[in-house]
């Protein structure tokens, strides 16, 4: 069961979404310098996913720290005639080292599916990346009662067979708390998030009960602390407050 193995090592990921000119960069700086400054090393990962375009100069910015960056999307294919798009091939090349998929944005803006998110996760898997695959309910499912039916589907549908701990990891993002500020009490987040272990586990076995299962929607340094010490919330997916070095540094503050 849950619990009997070694827990992962969490993993906090800021998504800066389409926000972040060149002046940007001194925040992820700031995170990198403080958290080098600190006495005891984080107890988490760190990962910040920029615009594409920041990806290089954010490679020379945080060389030798150990905070790490990704990306937002990208192509199944690994390159071609896709004017516009960005494959997991050239992230890795710019030196990401995981790629969020089957964000809720990406899922309601560009009419991706299920198969969609999962034929990206294998291009990042081809990459030799990390994916990082978002599923989560909207409002009205979650009036409908059909929250984990809903969250479970999506689960199944999206991450593939022969997945490991080390190449993915899942993000529960309710699609009503994106940017909201609105959260899941902790039972709810406990009840999902164990609904999504028993599968991982059902499905991967040994790999299902370390991979890691990160909650995201309107984290804050005010509520990370509770949110995080939920069992089976093995980390963070955050928006719009790891634009903000201090606020981003207040939710890692949960893992110090
Ligand atoms: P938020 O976004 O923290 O701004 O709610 C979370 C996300 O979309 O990953």
Not at 51 to 70: C, D, H, K, Q, Y
Not at 91 to 105: F, M, Q, R
Not at 178 to 195: K, M
């Amino acid at each position: 069961m849950a619990g009997e193995e070694k827990r992962p090592r969490p993993l906090v990921a800021g998504n800066w979404k389409m926000n972040g000119l060149r002046g940007a960069l001194a925040e992820a700086k700031a995170v990198a310098d403080a958290l080098a400054a600190q006495p005891m090393p984080l107890a988490a990962n760190v990962l910040i996913c920029p615009p594409a375009t920041l990806i290089m100069v954010m490679a020379e910015i945080l060389r030798g720290s150990p905070v790490m960056f990704g990306a937002q999307d990208c192509h199944r294919a690994a390159s071609g005639a896709h004017t516009g798009d960005i494959s997991a091939e050239i992230l890795a090349d710019a030196g990401a080292s995981a790629i969020v998929v089957g964000h809720s944005e990406r899922r309601a803006d560009h009419g991706e599916t299920d198969a969609v998110v999962r034929a990206k996760q294998a291009a990042v898997h081809r990459a030799g990346l990390t994916a990082i695959v978002c599923i989560g309910e909207t409002a009205g499912q979650r009036l409908a009662g059909q929250t984990l039916d809903v969250v479970v589907r999506q689960l199944d549908r999206s991450v593939a067979d022969g997945s490991t701990a080390a190449n993915t990891v899942v993000a529960y993002e309710p699609v009503w708390a994106i940017g909201t500020g609105l959260t899941p009490t902790v039972g709810d987040v406990a009840l999902v998030h164990g609904a999504i272990r028993d599968r991982l586990v059902e499905r991967f076995g040994k790999e299902g009960h370390v991979m890691r299962i990160l909650y995201g929607g309107s984290v804050k340094p005010q509520n990370a602390r509770e949110l995080m010490h939920v069992a089976n919330v093995d980390g963070a997916l955050v928006g719009g407050a790891s634009l903000k070095a201090a606020d981003f540094l207040g939710i890692l503050a949960a893992y110090g």
